[in-house]
């Protein structure tokens, strides 16, 4: 198969929870050890944790954490270019470039605008929008992300269900600007499908795992101590009305959620750990034991890990400084060609 490449990039707003491990981080260990080929790059997005207001001090942390973490679930260096967005500027140029032959309404039907913009009506309970309450790199940053990918002319991008419509947009301008400079130079990035494994929140399990939601007990994250965790999976809802397991999604969710849990671990189907804990007379209890002892065993490493990496600063920005220069030199050879088309 021809050689691919791979892109994609997290936000350094905090310590990953089992949902961002099993829905993405994962996915990307498993591509680095599975496709020798592949050129893979990894990014911590730190522009576009902008968008959102940051804590300068909280940051600055997050950001350090973040590349911490993607070493410690067992992305390496060596083999993977993992590196801050924010050391590469050319990112931005690329992104300002990108804007320019972007129409604005093409943004305005990103579904993540139109969320903003419904939350900025909430809040002033009025029915007008406020769109002073709403800074542009809201709205433009689907820009940056194709700017985040093009700049290494990625032909694979893994991404999950929430973000297909800014990947369709990348295609869409690579497209553009391919046809308008007439020498085409970006490749159309495609998804890089990985199973469904959306991890639901254990408080609530109509809604995802999510680092935002203001209960913490409803998301197990990276470094949660063996005891926090087991607090966590007790205190998970279930459906206390039936005995058994059974997987339902619509009418047990909870339920269901614990055992999409295992089959994401074990890389199984669902059915299949349903049908194990049927047949073995399993309570909710054990249900919990088994999902407990599994997410603790899954965790122990990468929680030693960055343990130790975190307190090795000096590898920290060592790993980072040759990240950025790898990504830097990929860059250059791409926006050469991009400001010659250009004319600049
Ligand atoms: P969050 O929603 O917690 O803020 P992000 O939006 O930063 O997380 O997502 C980072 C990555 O983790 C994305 O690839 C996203 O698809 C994935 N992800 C986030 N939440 C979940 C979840 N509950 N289950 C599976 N994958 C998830
Ligand atoms: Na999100």
Redesign the pocket.
């Known amino acids: 198969a021809k050689p691919r490449t791979v892109f994609?990039g997290?936000?350094p707003?905090g310590i990953?929870?089992?949902?961002?491990?099993?829905?993405?981080?994962s996915n990307w260990v498993k591509l680095q050890n599975e496709n020798p080929n592949d050129r893979l790059i990894f990014s911590v997005v730190g522009w576009h944790a902008l968008t959102l207001p940051q804590n300068p001090k909280e940051l600055a942390t997050s950001r350090r954490d973040m590349l911490a973490v993607l070493l410690a679930v067992g992305l390496d260096p060596k083999r993977s270019i993992i590196f801050h967005q924010d050391s590469n500027a050319m990112h931005t140029e690329l992104a300002w470039i990108l804007g320019c032959i972007t129409p604005t309404g093409k943004l305005r039907r990103m579904t993540s605008w139109k969320t903003r913009l419904a939350q900025s009506r909430n809040a002033n309970s009025e029915s007008e929008v406020d769109e002073s309450l709403l800074n542009a790199g809201l709205l433009t940053y689907p820009v940056l992300q194709a700017a985040d990918i093009l700049l290494y002319r990625a032909t694979h991008v893994?991404?999950?269900?929430?973000?297909r419509q800014h990947l369709e947009l990348s295609r869409d301008i690579a497209d553009t600007f391919n046809r308008t400079f007439k020498k085409p130079l970006f490749p159309l990035p495609t998804s890089l499908i990985t199973p469904a494994?959306?991890?639901?929140?254990l408080k609530d399990p109509t809604s995802?795992?999510?680092?935002?939601?203001p209960d913490a007990s409803s998301?197990i994250l990276l470094t949660d101590p063996p005891s926090l965790i087991a607090s966590k999976i007790r205190g998970a809802v279930t459906d206390s009305i039936t005995t058994g397991i059974a997987y339902d999604s619509v009418a047990r969710p909870g339920t269901s959620n614990l055992l999409a849990i295992l089959a994401a671990i074990e890389d199984v189907e669902i059915e299949s750990v349903a049908r194990r804990c049927a047949e073995a007379n399993m309570s909710h209890a054990d249900l919990k034991r088994e999902v407990t002892e599994r997410v603790d065993a899954l965790f122990e490493k990468p929680r030693a890990e960055f343990e130790r990496i975190r307190g090795d600063p000096g590898y920290l920005e060592q790993v980072a400084k040759e990240g950025a220069e790898k990504a830097r030199e990929i860059s250059a050879v791409t926006m050469e060609q991009v400001r010659q088309r250009v004319g600049l």
């Open positions: 994609s997290i936000q707003t990953p929870h089992l949902g961002n491990y099993l829905g993405a981080l893994p991404v999950g269900e929430d973000q494994k959306r991890i639901l929140s995802k795992m999510s680092k935002s939601a998301r």
